[in-house]
């Protein structure tokens, strides 16, 4: 047995809850068991209901110990959601990891930040392209717009397993009987013909990106100084006190003063993320996010 | 080559609204008036404009208003019911100012009442048939050919004074077939006047020397503001009792200023009148017909016909009874009594005035009418 | 693809009439929220404000348009769909926008917000659901939720209500949207879609009445009414779930229909070009 056929195989698989993350693991379980595989899949779905991310790792080989995969250590990635495959890129093996992506984003208003000041606070910043410069392989497919055309959406998540069949060992054939298995029973042709076109798709090249990928990755997230400096700006005649900036702001920095006015009470805190001025019904703040020059440039 | 030919009331509206520069209809079928709609569907494209039919009534004058909004001529056409359900946006269109021209071929009412059969039973309705005091203007031609030519006036008065104006007709004259002459061809008609100079500090409800603001137009830079709450010269609403009233008042006003463009009668043999017959539409074609056999019987009877009707001539009607020195009124119309009222209110009984009434669905003809001004002849 | 390490620096100050506010709106009102996403979403596309209409209808909602720098029309109750139509018609260099509320477009107006999404005028529509009349006191809407509270509801409602989304794409508008205030970038960026698509979109924002509704019903006040509504919602972009339905009693978020189907305003432009006189246009 060859060292490669020993060392497990590591396949992470992340999206935001209820895109199917489960689904997409359950099948590559099942196929690596009924191929004899020693299996471990765990995951994390705990923030499904947030609109959080969720994950899960699937390992199979002879023998599989941990349940968990390490950093740099996936063999290919597949992230049913832009944003949560970026969050996820540092667990590819960077020198024969695969990285597979739908380029559809979800953006929820609270995930996918750094909350922190001088932290990484945008929404994938990063264009496809700048990935598939730093990955072994890699495919940024339109998944969701495949399926749509095929005439089901949530055949996305075959499209992309059509992909994903073409980084691991496994027969064509196997790939469709396990994932008959898991589809609702009227929607199988569809699926099977998702998943052939995502495998063709990813066959035709060893790095692609799906022409639409950047109309459909648009962020609107787009702090992306290293370091800022934050004013904010009340205007008291303006503001009516309704709470909304003091309790929706995710640092709880303001507060409301004894004329029922907000005020900024804990400046340090504040990130400078624009949640109070997004939100506020009045237009009574102002964010302004000034960016700092490191001293050593 | 003569461009005189004959045509239908109804028809006679339409044509006229597209040569006053009318490019956009918006309405609903409703009988008897349905054949303005068909005539502006077939006529309109072939000018460049536009005729959509509505959901519904209130759509369609909401539709009208829309598009004077963004600066064409508009006009909608209806009867009865239709007339009803248009109210309140015409009394939107009053307060805002903002010009349109509805036709109303009047049909017997209340309700769906006698949809084929003409009435004369919307005379107060054209007036006050949206809630409070606003202005507005109503023309009532008594012939297919005024139908034409008052209905260029009607676009010719919204679009100068900024106020809906109501072509009032009855079923038999929107139904009637005569020839009309246009006149001549490429004629010039009132266009609105636009606003124009710096946006900044613009008011587009300006209380100027004419009492009719210029029209900001969306598109040209001031971004004003149109509301049907009671507003300042700002646009903006007012519960200011200061500027409420001279808002209002100067919407009424302007009508007042303009008189002279607006008010129009015709009379017949009036001079000498003992009897005068006030009356308008099919009702003043019947008195006509009337005063010649009655003057060939000996009986001086002359008519005073009101092509505007609102504001009613008031003061000519008057002048008319003073300079002839007639001694009494007759006010035949097809309601129960609605134009009486006012002749009433403005002779305050310094004459007889008597009322000749049809609601059964047939027009007042020429023998009902010298039948009662024997009864009533002094 | 978009630059995005530009600054998202968007100062709504230059969209709004700054010598009307503050605006009229009670405290924690969620059609301000609405109104910012709305006008981002116009500065985004590059919408300029002189080509910009905004006609609205009344109630809380209505009065929006007067806080905004365009050329705006508060019309009467229930037919600001009317009103732009005919000035879309009239006007089709100009963007128009529609600002309505549940009362106004699915009550009184119900009618026109049909016929708008069987005609597919090119209009977006922005319908501020906050399942109450609140300029009038608090009556039942059309959207108000079963067993609440309101004036005319004094035992709880026991009226079912519309699911305008539903209601708007059966009666075949070609865009369809909804979205929660609290998620405000997701509201702009579904705002911004309805913009640009050509044709007829509605979007659903749903708002909180916090001072007549939420009282009322018990339902805190605006930063939990906020939350609440988000967490009853499902947003469309999870529907690709295979297992089961993603929180299957709650609304659907997001785009929830888009078809290309012919825009009104040319196909009736293309038909009346045909009845114009030979060698003319
Ligand atoms: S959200 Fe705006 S109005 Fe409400 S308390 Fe904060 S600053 Fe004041
Ligand atoms: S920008 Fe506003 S919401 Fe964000 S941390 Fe600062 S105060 Fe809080």
Known sequence: MSEAMERPKNV?????????????????????????HDVKQSEVHGMAKRGGGVFSHVRFGPEVWSPTIAEGEADVVVALEWAEGLRWINYLNPETGTFIADCQRIVPPFACRNRFRGGEAAYAPETPEEIMEQVHAGYVLDATGMAERLGNLRAANTVLLGALSTALDFPEDDWLEVIGHFVPPNTIDINIAGFREGREWAL????????????????????????????????????????????LCPERCLRLNDRLVAELALPDLCTGCRMCEWLCPDFAIAITNTPVREAAE | MTRTMNMQGNQACALGAIEAGCRFFAGYPITPSSEVAEQMAAQLPKVGGTFIQMEDEIASMGAVI??????????????GPGFSLKQENIGYASGAEIPCVIVNVMRGGPSTGMPTRPSQGDIMQSRWGTHGDHPIIVLAPASVAEAYHETIRAFDLSERLR????????????????TVDPGEAGQEHVARTFASGPAEGFKPYAITDDLVPPFPRPGDGYRSHTTGLTHSETGFPTQNPALAAAALNRITDKLVLHNDLIERWRVR?????????AAIGISARAAEAAVTKLRAEGIMAGLFRPVTLWPFPEGALLGVIDKAGAKALLVPEMNQGQMIREVERLVAGRLPVHGLNRIDGEAITPADIIARVREIAP | ?????????????????????????????????????LLWAIHDLGIEKDKLAVVSGIGC??????????????????????????????????????????????????NHLIHACRRNLNLTCMMLNNEIYGMTGGQVSPTTSADRFTTTTPAGNTEPG???????????????????????????????????????????VISDCTEIYGRKNDLGASPEMMMSQKASMRPDAYRNTVDVPFRPNALATGILAKVDRPEYGQALRAANARQQPAGKG
């Open chain 1, 12 to 36: 992470l698989i992340v999206g935001v809850g209820g895109q199917g993350v489960i689904m997409v693991s359950k099948v590559l379980a099942q196929l690596s068991l009924n191929h004899g």
């Open chain 1, 204 to 247: 035709a090249g060893n790095k692609r990106v799906a022409e639409n990928a950047a109309g459909l990755h648009q962020s609107h997230v787009v702090i992306h100084q290293d370091r800022v400096t934050t004013t904010v700006e009340i205007t008291e005649e303006w503001c009516k006190g309704c709470d909304i900036c003091v309790k």
């Open chain 2, 66 to 79: 829309g598009a004077s909004m963004g600066g064409l001529k508009a006009m909608t056409a209806t009867s």
């Open chain 2, 163 to 178: 106020v809906p104006v109501i072509v009032l007709i009855d079923e038999v004259i929107g139904h009637l077939v005569e």
């Open chain 2, 269 to 277: 043999e009036a001079d000498d009148a003992d009897i005068l017959i």
């Open chain 3, 1 to 37: 693809m978009k630059d995005v390490t530009q600054t998202p620096d968007f100062d709504i100050n230059g969209y709004i009439r700054l010598d009307q506010m503050p605006h009229f709106l009670c405290p924690g009102c969620g059609h301000g929220i609405a109104l910012r996403a």
């Open chain 3, 61 to 110: 909602s209505g009065r929006l348009s007067a806080y905004i720098d365009a050329n705006t029309f508060h019309t009467t109750h229930g037919r600001p769909l009317a009103f732009a139509t005919g000035l879309a018609l009239a006007r089709p260099d100009l963007h128009v926008v529609v600002i309505t509320g549940d009362g106004d477009s699915l009550a009184i107006g119900g």
């Open chain 3, 162 to 204: 519309f699911d305008a989304c539903r209601l708007a794409e059966a009666a075949g508008a070609s865009f369809v949207g909804r979205e929660v205030t609290l998620q405000v970038l997701a509201l702009k960026d579904l705002l911004q879609r309805a913009l640009e698509h050509d044709g007829f979109s509605f979007v659903e």
